[in-house]
């Protein structure tokens, strides 16, 4: 009988420790789990401040997308388009894995908007005697737009001969006003230019002066045919990073994308590259679900997806806009564990790069034949 006992006893003890190891052995699966299920973190370095490196080699992992000897053929297409791309300065191989850093090329200091023929209906007004600027800026229209369409004054100052924006303690001997005739709202309307009529012909009564207002008919054909350009030569190309394996943390969005340049933007969701110049639009544009950026933990939110998009008008030729983003995606893409795809969610190959290559050099050929250049104040407000 003791027998029995100490072989009862032995194999609850081994029972016992089946299920010890089978408990862990569920624990540790739920732990790995969870981990994978969860979002990838920011690493924690030395110095937490996140210094931007560009668009280094050192960014692109080994084995990662530049490295990848059988795009060879595609890679060296893409080089050939950038190559082709007009006032450019030196080439950029923005996709070669041994490629020196793209640095977007200084551009001119950025002029204020000013009233331009191109895209503005333009009316004057006369003044029989020089007026002060205080009471030009008291008849100012409390709001600047008619309808989707913004409109402009400027005086003359007597003293400098230069058009401005009314100030303060200055004279101003005649004044202008202008509407702008088509944005990405579309043309300027009948209703639009009529509300504007009202506006400047208020203006022009507290003042004193006398405005010359263009024939409607006109000015409304004149912003459908400029309608018709711009909706023909706009370009906003964008992509989308897709996790490839496990989703990313906002924290470890915003650490990947600091070090490739990008610094946050002004609405929650965006991450942006800075222009070359103050105040300019930004170059690129990393936009994310904004509700996961105002999430109360950003740390568990998770995000799959992320859009780089970069609005072609906006930036000048010159500051290589192009190569940035497509090279930006590429580091992106290495540096998360994403795959680029469209909107339907496609991989997008080399070669899609190599025909938007082609396509953007012809549509800064038709703005510049147009005097309305990419990044351009005249294309910057037409585009917007």
């Not at 609850?12 to 089946?18: E, F, P, S, T």
């Not at 309307?189 to 002066?209: C, H, M, R, T």
């Not at 995606?329 to 290495?334: D, E, Q, S, T």
């Amino acid at each position: 009988m003791a027998g029995n006992v100490f072989g009862d006893l032995g194999l609850m003890q081994g029972l016992l420790a089946v299920g010890g190891v089978v408990l862990v052995g569920v624990i540790a699966q739920g732990w790995w789990a969870a981990r994978k299920a969860s979002p990838r973190q920011a690493e924690q370095a030395p110095d937490s401040r996140i210094e931007p490196t560009g668009f280094g080699p050192a960014a692109v992992p080994a084995g990662g997308p530049a490295a990848n000897s059988s795009d060879a053929g595609a890679l060296a297409a893409v080089q050939a388009v950038v190559a082709a791309l007009p006032d450019r300065g030196e080439p950029l191989t923005a996709v070669a894995a041994d490629a020196a850093p793209a640095e977007l090329r200084p551009a001119a200091p950025r002029k204020t908007a000013r009233l331009d023929p191109l895209i503005d209906a333009i009316a004057t007004l006369a003044l029989e005697s020089p007026v002060t600027g205080d009471l030009a800026l008291v008849h100012l229209p409390p709001s600047r737009r008619a309808g989707t369409k913004p409109f402009l004054i400027e005086g003359e100052n007597a003293a400098t001969g230069d058009w401005e924006m009314p100030v303060a303690g200055q004279r101003y001997r005649a004044f202008q006003a202008g509407v702008q005739l088509a944005n990405r709202s579309g043309a300027l309307n009948e209703i639009e230019y009529s509300e504007f009529v009202q506006k400047l012909q208020a203006f022009a009564d507290g003042v004193g002066a006398m405005a010359e207002l263009p024939d409607m008919l006109d000015v409304v054909a004149r912003a459908r045919e400029l309608d018709t350009f711009a909706g023909g030569h706009d370009a906003q190309l964008s992509l989308n990073l897709r996790a490839n394996a496990a989703a990313w943390s906002v924290g470890f969005l915003q650490q990947c994308a600091q070090r490739h340049g990008f610094v946050p933007g002004v609405l929650p969701g965006r991450l942006v590259m800075p222009g070359a110049e103050d105040g300019s639009p930004p170059v690129l544009v990393l936009a994310f679900d904004p509700q996961v950026a105002l999430a109360d933990d950003p740390a568990v939110a998770a995000l799959r997806t992320v859009q780089l998009s970069l609005d072609v008008p906006q930036t000048p030729a010159d500051g290589e806009p192009f190569p940035a983003w497509h090279q930006a995606a590429r580091l992106l893409a290495a540096d998360m564990d994403a795959t680029l795809c469209d909107d339907a969610g496609r991989p997008i190959t080399l070669q899609a790069f190599v025909g938007i290559g082609d396509d953007l050099k012809q549509l800064y050929q038709a703005l510049e034949s147009r005097d309305l250049a990419a990044g351009s104040p005249a294309a910057r407000r037409l585009f917007s």
